[in-house]
């Protein structure tokens, strides 16, 4: 026979089920984006010679940005504003 802890441990498991379902249908997107802007990044450094530094706001610009968010991180390295990997001023003797 079931008892009642059997059944609410199943329903326990059932809607944890639900939240991890919605967590990663609401993640994917994001994940998605980062990856294609990842390679993207990694296809201008590769076509154009340009270094861009890879850290967590570049993630996250990719991320929620896309396609159009690589392009502006590859242009704002290209012109030395932001996400510049390397040394910006030469070492002092």
Do not use: C, D
């Not at 994917?28 to 850290?55: H, M, Q, R, W």
């Not at 929620?64 to 002092?92: I, W």
Request: glycine share 8%; hydrophobic share 70%; aromatic share 6%.
């Amino acid at each position: 026979m079931v008892s009642t802890l059997e059944v609410g441990i199943l329903l326990l498991a059932l809607a944890a089920l639900l939240g991890a379902y919605r967590v990663v249908r609401a993640v994917k997107p994001f994940v998605v984006n980062a990856v294609v802007g990842l390679l993207t990044l990694l296809a201008v450094e590769a076509v154009f010679g340009v270094s861009v530094a890879v850290t967590p706001l570049t993630l996250l610009v990719v991320a929620v940005a896309g396609l159009p968010g690589a392009l502006l991180v590859a242009l704002l390295a290209v012109f030395g504003v932001a996400f510049v990997s390397g040394l910006l001023v030469p070492p002092l003797l």
